[in-house]
């Protein structure tokens, strides 16, 4: 259970804390692999965040483990020029900043390896607060998971109130995702697993629940009848930057489609939940997960597009290709797909799914898009373009709807495509919080509702492992697409063969 620690009120008057702690929690957080990439950009930064607004209690421990001989004291300089360079608010806030590193410690430690010196100091560490929820953030590399499980519980620091959470990726195929709920599982029980997908944690995404299930006048028209056809994009202009050697045995299926873009295209799919509880969510996510229709070579020649990036220019700045980017002579590594799907489902049979992501394209732009059926008889003399839903999930996060309305410009009965759009920014006029703020805190509190079950990691390779094997045997060609563009072509054939376009180029 977490404790609501008594808090030292002087103190707290002499910090940055934005709201009241009466809400505080008391917890031991593990982050392992505490020096990479994940924690500087995105956990710390999370953190902090919660800690300014009181969420955090002042003797919550933040114990980060990483192989690298560092001190503490040099740890928490590092963690403060990435607060400074990535958290919201702390550039300003060099006090906030100074009380919340004091949460932090660092322990050296191989924690894939039992035997490794430094788990009789974390032990000792976490034997001063034996009772309250401990956390292991499992930020390594997935290889590690289940070695880093069985160390973990050979030296006996699982209590009942113990949670792991994993990052994804879960595995880099239906194997190895088993032999990492297998392994892990051994020592923790399934509501003790938090698997980790940072979209869950997006507001906007989270709103796909909102708009579906709390506006009847939407849910009434959601399925075959009403929708022609639903597009998931998530386009990124940022390369693979120093994550190349993890990217390029990984690629966009396994990067953003087995984990972000089946999530979203499960929640826009999904039948509605009895509760929004944990169990009965995701039990409707992994119904959608197991109705996709599998592909074969036909369809994975047919309805998948590949591509890989070469130079171009984004934002009129030259940049390099994937190769020069990674300083290697070939890869059959994609950085783009598109891909049409199908949900074998009553509510869905016949609409497709098409599914989009691509390092260095045009625009950073995810979003939802929903069209609807035209009206079956025209009255007017120029037919109107179909209603369209746009859950625009980043950046400028928001919700659209066109709707075509007598343009008052025009003579006679003219139409034109009028929006009705709310931007989260102008409505709600808040700061943005980071999707991992939401979900660090979650786990604080045993809430899994937002994490990935076992069974749907399982279902999402279930899916996509045919596509992997298909690509692998060059069923689907590897194509390339310049830098700064919006893909390959034939990613719009895709749409056009079956009378349909991408709602705009990115
Ligand atoms: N970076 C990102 O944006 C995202 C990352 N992820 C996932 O998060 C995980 C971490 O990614 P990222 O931070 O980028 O990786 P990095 O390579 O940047 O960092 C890895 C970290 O793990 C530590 N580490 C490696 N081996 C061990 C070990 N045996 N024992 C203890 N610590 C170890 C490293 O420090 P040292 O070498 O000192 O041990 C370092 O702190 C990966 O699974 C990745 O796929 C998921 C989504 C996004
Ligand atoms: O998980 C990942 O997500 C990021 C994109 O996340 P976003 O929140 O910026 O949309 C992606 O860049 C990365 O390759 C992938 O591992």
Known sequence: MAENAGQDTTAHAAISRVTDESHSLSFDYVIIGVTGDLTMRKLLPAFYERFRLGEIALDTRIIGVARSA?????????????LVEFAFSASQDRDGVTAFLDLVHYVSLDASDRAASGWSLLEALLATHADRVRVFYVATAPKLYVLTADAIAA?????????????????TDLASAKAINDGVGRHFREEQIFRIDHYLGKQTVQNILALRFANPILERVWNADSIAQVQITAAETVGVGKRGPYYDTAGALRDMVQNHLLQILSLVAMEPPTALSATDLRDEKLKILRALKPMDPDTIARDTVRAQYVAGEIGGKPVDGYLDDLGVAASNTETFLAIRAEVRTTRWAGVPFYLRTGKRMARKESEVVIEFR?????????????????????????????????????????????????????????????????????????????????????????????????????????????????????????????????????
């Not at 560092?70 to 990435?82: F, G, H, V």
């Not at 030296?155 to 595995?171: C, S, Y």
């Not at 060609?477 to 991408?502: H, I, K, N, Q």
Request: with cysteine; glycine share 6%; aromatic share 10%.
């Open 70 to 82: 560092l001190s503490t004291e040099t740890y928490r300089e590092r963690a403060r020029e990435a």
């Open 155 to 171: 030296h006996g620091l699982i209590t009942e109130a113990t949670r792991i959470v994993l990052e994804k990726p879960i595995g």
């Open 374 to 506: 035209p009206q079956p008889w025209a009255i007017f003399s120029e037919p109107p373009k179909p209603d369209r839903l746009v859950i625009r999930i980043q950046p400028d996060e928001g919700v659209s709807l066109s709707l075509a309305s007598k343009d008052p410009r025009a003579a006679g009965f003219g139409l034109h495509e009028a929006v009705l759009d709310v931007s989260y920014a102008k409505a709600f006029g808040t700061r943005y919080p980071d999707s991992y703020e939401d979900l660090l805190m979650a786990v604080v509190r045993g809430d899994q509702v937002l994490f990935i079950r076992r069974d749907e990691v399982q279902a999402s390779w279930r899916w996509i492992e045919p596509i992997l094997d298909g690509w692998a045997d060059n069923i689907r060609p590897m194509e390339t697409y310049p830098a700064g563009s919006c893909g390959p072509s034939s990613s719009d054939d895709l749409l056009r063969d079956d009378g349909f376009s991408w709602k705009e180029k990115i």
